[in-house]
C-alpha cells in the first residue's frame, strides 16, 4: 500500500488496510508503537526483520510463512519474520 500511496504516514497505511481487511506487511518498526504503544486497529501485522532486503529473499520468506503458518492471520496476530525464525505475539484486545 505504501509502494500505491507514496506518503502516506504509517497511521495512513494502517488506517487504510482496517477499511479494506487488509493485513500489512512491512519492514517498518514503527508499525509496533502503533499497535502496542498507541494501541490503533489492525487486521494483523507481519513485520520482516531480514538481514538481505533483497525482493527475492522477502518472497522466499514470505512464501515459507505462509506455507507453514495455517491459522488466518487476525487482528491477534503480530508476526515477525527473519530469515532463520518466525516470533508471533498475541496483541490484547483494547475492550
Do not use: Y
Given at each position: ?14 488506517a ?13 518498526k ?6 502496542f504503544?498507541n ?55 483494547n475492550?
Amino acid at each position: 500500500m505504501g509502494e500505491q500511496s507514496p506518503g502516506w504516514s504509517d497511521w495512513q497505511v494502517l488506517a487504510h488496510a482496517v477499511s479494506e481487511n487488509r493485513v500489512v506487511v512491512s519492514n517498518d518498526k514503527d508499525f509496533g508503537e502503533l499497535v502496542f504503544k498507541n494501541h490503533l486497529s489492525h487486521c494483523g501485522i507481519v513485520l520482516l526483520r531480514l538481514e538481505d532486503e533483497r525482493i527475492e529473499n522477502k518472497i522466499t520468506v514470505l512464501n515459507r510463512f505462509l506455507a507453514n503458518f495455517l491459522e488466518p492471520i487476525t487482528p491477534l496476530h503480530f508476526i515477525v519474520l527473519t530469515e532463520k525464525a518466525m516470533r508471533i505475539t498475541l496483541v490484547k484486545s483494547n475492550e
